[in-house]
């Protein structure tokens, strides 16, 4: 009977992960490495994924573990957000220190507040498509997981992580105001606080989850009956003369 050498090495089996299966194992085990780094579970799940975006592109079969590669790269990510929140910090301070002091704004402010409102929500509506601005909400406003942000998108939890990495990506990437020629509808806004301010899942999902229409913007040069909103008829007919 043969037996193997004692000493002899036998190569590793090369496997490739195409479905994504073997780093949704290992997802829970990342992101509890990168929390513990960076000490904020949004940025660990965002590294996470953009482990997830390398683990893609790398070339899997020649890795003998996998999860050894994954673990150096989540760490390596994790370290580079420290360094980079530490610069932010110091860039922070030193422009707090060249700014005079601004007395807060009333807390009775209601007109500010409903300003900011708007231009948040026209921000939403410039720099993100529909599920990105949907997954963004719903995950840092509504505090949902991912799973439910999957089933309001009809998609997986994968896809779900993806809309909310990219979203979070583009409005870091994309720091400019929405132009002051696009004003919103006051009664899209009122509907946008209405939806936060009850928590209303559905009427979010609504009213994000398509690609809104020119009419979102108010607009001076054309006539439009009292009361009509973004999506009346109204709009549609005004648009199309």
């Not at 704004?105 to 529909?130: F, I, T, V």
Request: charged share 25%.
């Amino acid at each position: 009977m043969w037996y193997p050498h004692p000493h002899r090495r036998f190569p590793m089996p090369r496997t490739t992960d195409t479905d994504g299966a073997l780093f949704e194992q290992l997802r829970p085990r990342l992101t509890a490495i990168s929390r513990r780094i960076v000490g904020s579970e949004a940025e660990a799940e965002d590294i996470v994924q953009d482990c997830f975006l390398k683990w893609q592109g790398a070339e899997q079969a020649a890795l003998a573990t996998p999860a050894a590669w994954l673990t150096t790269v989540v760490q390596h990510q994790s370290i580079d957000c420290l360094r980079k929140r530490a610069r932010d910090m110091i860039a922070a301070r030193t422009a707090l220190e060249l700014v005079p002091d601004v007395p807060p704004a009333p807390p009775e402010d209601g007109l500010l507040r409903r300003a900011e409102l708007g231009e948040a929500l026209a921000r939403l509506l410039a720099c993100l498509s529909p599920s990105e601005r949907l997954a963004l909400i719903l995950h840092e406003v509504f505090e949902r997981e991912h799973a439910d942000i999957a089933a309001a998108l009809g998609t997986n939890t994968v896809n779900a992580r993806q809309y909310l990495a990219r979203a979070r990506r583009h409005l870091r990437e994309d720091e400019t105001e929405a132009p002051a020629s696009e004003k919103l509808c006051r009664e899209l806004v009122r509907r946008f606080q209405a939806a936060i301010n009850g928590m209303d899942v559905a009427a979010m999902v609504t009213l994000l989850g398509e690609e809104q229409p020119v009419s979102v913007h108010q607009s001076p040069r054309l006539r439009i009956r009292a009361g009509a909103c973004a999506n009346d008829a109204s709009y549609r007919a005004v648009l199309a003369a």
